[in-house]
């Protein structure tokens, strides 16, 4: 194009009036004004021309070919990404603990819903759990996105829909659902919002059930839930805090019932915070009292320190150093060493303890696991406490179970392994495969085991057990009874008691550990919270109700009346 | 044509016989369109927000018969008398913009419409045919006449139509008006020099309104990064394209219109695109470029610059608004609030609309007295 505005049409100087010229001149630059105006208007509408062409080029290629690459098909793939569904946990006979549901949540892009008024009033009228006001307020925000309601309900979801509010949005996702409640609440955990396990089974093996895998418990429902009914009936009776139990099978060293009081709802894991989540069983480490003289004649027995028919001067309390070593249910002369259990002399157990002497004696509870946390598959396991330095007082007082804290677990792993022949192996949360008992450690002798089971069945026939004393099933045990510690002292108001019982005695199959924190005794039992009088009864009526669930017939009346007579003889 | 016979001499027939018909005929078609696109896409969108099905209907069908009552009176007037009403347009428009800063209903976060009874008007759109006109009468004195300070004119008018769009804020429209201004200030022979300039002041004006609009920042951006996951609108539009393919799901049998809020307005083209399908987009695309091209021919044999200037910017501001409706319903460009001349609902936008092609058929009926005289 010409620099037209420049150009000059040279008008002709003579024989012309100025007014023809002037005119002239005119028609010169209006002549040369439309050239210009020509030439641009056909450059103008070649531009307008493409412009259209390029718009129907457009539409040629959004609507007959496939958008991979448009923006909708990026917007929709992440929520059909997100369906991998966590596995199912069940129970050993395959009842279901743990499942995942699909799910919706409900968010909106505030900067697409037209009229946020009316969409808070339909929102809040079909979800009434939500306030119109923050509804609105959520509506109002300047962000791109905000989660107005988790986990809606497929009609909820459908309601929503239906209202057609643009802007509105859903998330597919799972929710968590377990659908036996509280039933195993510490062993199952829970997961996040997210979906991820945050604690228990749930966080042990979130990748496996991420992937997909379902995981099956060696937990069986029937007597998880039995376990945990007879425990809570027996927490309330005697007013305690908590308490724990668990069953084990000493062959496998399955766990067929774990529990620990109070509990929570894992389906609404925000609702209780703190204390009840807490997993006594594994977590929590106590002294656990006379329970632990049952390893300290295992190991006087097993080291040959002392026979069943050695015996020890429990006439008068112990003095060393600034302690004082009694005995809660005193003779006052000399006890063989059946009747140190029996009878659960402090000052038996500790004198045994020193002749076997705090090397051997390290060595026996450190090989029945007491003295490293129990090998379970959870996240929450506590470590035992135990003496910074193992001076002669401690080897006496841990002989009866003070001054070392241990978790129940670990006490149940431990008493399973004096019963089962000898064998400590490692425990379990997940169904035992195959046929073979798993790989053990052999911790005593055959003969040594033999004679602790005719000992614990003792103290149930004519010990401080004999409430345990199911009968038929030929019950063994020890209770326990300690002291808890408070700042430092011990509290002889503040109790743990507990019992801890194998059955049945002359084979025996399951470990029954019962636990009752800071239990308060009643008329009924004389005012006494001790291990005897709290624990022992739930236990024998656990062992009942196991024998029923699982099909283990008493061994009634004559046959154990025998059994029992042969015993007294021995012992 | 046997209706009226070329020896009738009465204003009908004269009007008939010098008027450019094929014009016509191509606009009558694109309101016809709107009128069959307005059934298919408004009664959705008026039931969502509780009106009577028909309410958006009603008044469009009512808008686009004064539209043509107003295109044919207009195009009856001379080419004088279009300016004298090109005045008037210009002169009330800008009166009542100013008036709408203080009086103006709000909506959506801009102040664009008087009320008037049952009907909102939006004085802006009536001041782009005027000022078109205006600005191409200042530039063709100016050309004709270096003393006479048409550009001068012509840039104020412009500067103080924009500034008070720029008030409202109306931004879509102020960048229609200037792509006209300059596009008239380039056929009227600006060097080129300054068309570069002002070029560049186009696009810092463009970058400047990014920084200066909060809205206009967030359309731009969500178009320059969609992943950002909204732009609903738009990517519903997309949609619906996509579902609508070659021939289309069939009349009323759209969904896209049920969630789109502005479905019978600015996103009318996705509705045409999903129910009739792409040859039905493509014949709407077609009349609009076949307007705004048969208008380009129609002066480019006119020996009137002012005719030139004028008919091609009334033109370029058709033909603008399209694009930027269509280009942004696809998603080439950043979403503008534009609505799609004679098709999209809106009373102010079909009125003038009429007034702009009213204007320009005046201005290029077959004038026999004057075309070669001189």
């Given amino acids: ?571 | 044509m046997s209706i009226m016979a070329r020896t009738d001499t009465s204003l009908v027939s004269q009007w008939w016989w010098t008027v450019d018909r094929w014009m016509l005929a191509s606009l009558a078609a694109i309101a016809a369109i709107g009128a069959v696109l307005i059934l298919a896409a408004s009664p959705a969108v008026a039931e969502r927000i509780g009106y009577d099905s028909f309410y958006f209907v009603h008044r469009q069908f009512i808008f686009l018969a004064l539209a043509f009552v107003l295109v044919f009176g207009v195009s009856l007037l001379s080419t004088r008398d279009i300016r004298r009403l090109a005045i008037v347009c210009y002169g009330a428009a800008i009166a009542l913009m100013a008036l709408t800063l203080y009086i103006g209903v709000e909506s959506n976060g801009a102040a664009r419409w008087i009320r008037l009874g049952v009907f909102s008007l939006q004085p802006s759109e009536f001041a782009k045919p005027g000022f078109v006109v205006l600005a191409a009468w200042m530039f063709t004195e100016r050309r004709l006449d270096e003393r006479f300070p048409g550009y001068a004119v012509a840039t104020v008018l412009f500067a103080l139509l924009t500034s008070l769009l720029l008030l409202q804020p109306d931004v879509g429209m102020a960048i229609v008006v200037s792509a006209v201004w300059g596009v008239q200030f380039f056929l009227a022979g600006l060097p080129l020099v300054l068309v570069m300039a002002i070029a560049l002041v186009f696009l810092g004006g463009a970058v400047g309104a990014y920084f200066a609009f909060d809205h206009v920042q967030t359309r731009i951006d969500r178009f320059l990064d969609p992943s950002g996951g909204e732009g609903y609108q738009v990517t519903r539009a997309l949609e619906a394209f996509h579902e609508g393919g070659l021939v289309g799901r069939g009349p009323g049998e759209g969904q896209v219109k049920l969630v789109l809020p502005d479905a019978h307005a600015d996103f009318i083209l996705a509705v045409a695109g999903e129910e009739f399908g792409l040859i039905a987009s493509l014949i709407i695309v077609a009349l609009f470029a076949f307007v705004v091209l048969r208008g380009f021919v129609r002066v480019l044999k006119n020996d009137d610059l002012f005719i030139l200037l004028a008919v091609a910017g009334l033109m370029a501001q058709f033909g603008f608004q399209a694009i930027i409706n269509m280009a942004s319903t696809i998603n080439l460009i950043p979403p503008k609030g534009m609505t799609l001349p004679l098709i999209s609902y809106g009373g102010s936008s079909a009125l003038a609309t009429a007034i702009s092609m009213g204007m320009a058929l005046a201005l290029t009926r077959d004038r026999p007295g004057q075309v070669g005289t001189r």
């Fill in chain 1, 1 to 571: 194009m010409s620099g037209d505005g420049q150009l000059k049409l040279q008008a002709p100087k003579s024989r012309q009036s100025p007014r023809q010229s002037r005119r002239i001149r005119l028609q010169g630059i209006r002549k040369q004004a439309l050239e210009t105006g020509r030439n641009r208007l056909l450059v103008t509408g070649v531009v307008f021309t493409l412009a259209f062409l390029v718009i129907a080029g457009r539409l040629v290629s959004i609507m007959t070919f496939e958008q991979s690459g448009e923006p909708h098909a990026v917007r929709s793939a992440p929520s059909r990404m997100n369906v991998a569904v966590r596995a199912d946990i069940v129970d050993r006979n395959g009842v279901s603990l743990a499942t995942s549901l699909p799910i919706a949540s409900l968010y909106a892009n505030p900067s697409e819903v037209s009229n946020k008024e009316e969409a808070a009033d339909k929102l809040s009228r079909i979800l009434p759990e939500l306030k119109r006001s923050e509804v609105l307020a959520k509506l109002k925000s300047r962000g791109g996105f905000t989660w107005l309601r988790r986990n809606l309900s497929p009609k909820k979801q459908y309601e929503v829909n239906r209202l057609g509010i643009p802007g509105l949005a859903f998330k597919r996702g799972e929710r968590r659902v377990y659908p036996q409640g509280e039933a195993a609440a510490h062993v199952l955990g829970f997961t996040d919002v997210d979906g991820q396990g945050i604690s228990g089974l749930e966080k042990q093996f979130d990748e496996m059930l991420s992937s997909g895998e379902t995981l099956r418990l060696s937990i069986d429902l029937r007597i998880q839930d039995m376990l945990r009914q007879e425990l809570t009936e027996t927490m309330d009776e005697f007013n305690a805090i908590g308490a724990a139990g668990v069953v084990l099978d000493v062959d496998t060293g399955e766990a067929l019932a774990m529990v620990s009081l109070p509990d929570f709802d894992p389906n609404v894991p925000e609702k209780s915070r703190g204390g009840k989540r807490f997993n006594r069983v594994t977590k929590g480490v106590y002294e656990m009292g006379s329970t632990f003289k049952l390893f300290t004649v295992a190991m006087a027995l097993d080291s040959g320190v002392a026979t069943l028919n050695d015996g020890y001067d429990a006439s008068k309390p112990l003095h060393i150093a600034r302690f004082t070593i009694s005995d809660f249910h005193s003779k006052n002369r000399w006890l063989s060493v059946p009747e140190i259990l029996v009878y659960s002399s402090n000052v038996g157990a500790a004198l045994m303890a020193l002749d076997v002497g705090a090397t051997v004696q390290q060595d026996y509870l450190g090989r029945l696991g007491l003295l490293s946390p129990a090998l379970i598959e959870l996240p929450e396991v506590g470590s035992p406490l135990t003496p910074s330095v193992w001076r002669k007082i401690n080897t006496m007082t841990i002989s009866y179970g003070h001054g070392i804290a241990v978790s129940p677990l670990q006490m149940a792993g431990a008493t399973a392994a004096l019963v089962n022949g000898g064998i400590r192996r490692p425990l379990s949360l997940l169904k035992h495969q195959g046929l073979e008992a798993p790989e053990g450690e052999r911790v005593l002798s055959v003969a040594t085991s033999e004679q602790m089971r005719g000992l614990m069945r003792l103290v149930v026939t004519d010990g401080t057990g004999k409430n345990a004393d199911a009968e038929g099933y030929r019950v063994g045990g020890k209770t326990g009874t300690a002291d808890k510690q408070a700042g430092g002292k011990y509290d002889d108001k503040a109790l743990i008691s507990s019992f801890i019982a194998a059955f049945p005695m002359n084979d025996p199959r399951y470990v029954v550990l019962a636990m009752l924190d800071e239990p308060k005794g009643t008329k009924e039992t004389f005012n006494y919270a001790t291990g005897g009088w709290v624990a022992a009864p739930m236990v024998g009526r656990v062992i009942t109700r196991m024998g029923s669930l699982l099909g283990l017939m008493p061994q009634l009346a004559a046959v154990s009346a025998e059994a029992k007579d042969r015993r007294l003889e021995t012992y």
